[in-house]
């Protein structure tokens, strides 16, 4: 079992540029979330969702979509990116009182 | 809405028990979550308290009072490996994946 499995683990882009992080689960757990993680900021949710073809925003969610097509993934897509987004993205899936399980995070700069 | 507190940084001596403080104010409130993270690498589950008490996981143990909104957790027999950030999570009731991470702890365990 692989568990959560993001990719790239690390990007640099250019102000207005687009691409996808990509998230990958073998857990077959419904929950998956998208957070970022940020220097005296503390994990922050972007979105999450609770089953294939149900997606939410968190607390974060500007300049972001995302989209759950499957239970397996959870892709989080920067439409036009800026320096605002550099940052450390986690994805996580939950299953109930056994807490999250993190991938291994992808370290995406902006310049 | 969610807000934690803990404290930014602790130090302790290799073999000692450390307690790391957790406080919270939450609109609702339905577990709380510690989280050990090594610096640059993803959070890992440590444990999860929904009814106030003190549950033990060998070294680590910790303990809830929800009436005071206050956790901590207690580290036993400090490693040097113990060495890490420790976040605490609430999550709430307004939406099952709505959890609210702490901005952590970092720890540092000096021989």
């Known amino acids: 079992n692989a568990g959560v499995t993001q990719t790239p683990k690390f990007q640099v882009l250019k102000t207005g540029q687009s691409m996808t992080l990509q998230c990958a689960q073998d857990?077959?757990?419904?929950?998956m979330s998208w957070y970022r993680q940020d220097p005296g900021m503390g994990l922050r949710l972007i979105h999450y969702?609770?089953?294939?073809?149900?997606?939410d925003q968190g607390e974060v969610p500007n300049g972001y979509n995302v989209s759950r097509s499957t239970t397996e993934d959870f892709p989080l897509r920067l439409l036009s990116a800026a320096p605002s987004q550099t940052s450390v993205y986690f994805c996580?899936?939950?299953?109930?009182?056994?807490?999250?399980?993190f991938g291994s995070g992808t370290r995406l700069t902006v310049v | 809405g969610q807000n934690i507190d803990q404290p930014t940084e602790m130090t302790a001596t290799e073999g000692a028990i450390v307690q790391i403080n957790c406080t919270y104010q939450?609109?609702?409130?339905?577990?709380l979550f510690w989280y050990q993270q090594h610096a640059g690498e993803a959070p890992t589950f440590l444990s999860y308290?929904?009814?106030?008490g003190l549950e033990e996981k060998g070294r680590f143990s910790s303990f809830l009072s929800r009436s005071k909104g206050y956790s901590y957790l207690l580290l036993k027999e400090l490693q040097m490996k113990d060495s890490a950030s420790y976040l605490c999570?609430?999550?709430?009731?307004?939406?099952?994946?709505?959890?609210?991470f702490g901005t952590g702890t970092k720890l540092q365990v000096i021989p």
């Open positions: 308290n929904v009814l106030d």
């Open positions: 999570a609430v999550k709430g009731r307004e939406g099952y994946q709505k959890v609210t």
């Open positions: 857990m077959n757990h419904e929950y």
């Open positions: 996580a899936t939950h299953l109930g009182s056994y807490g999250y399980t």
């Open positions: 969702s609770v089953g294939a073809g149900i997606t």
């Open positions: 939450t609109s609702g409130f339905n577990g």
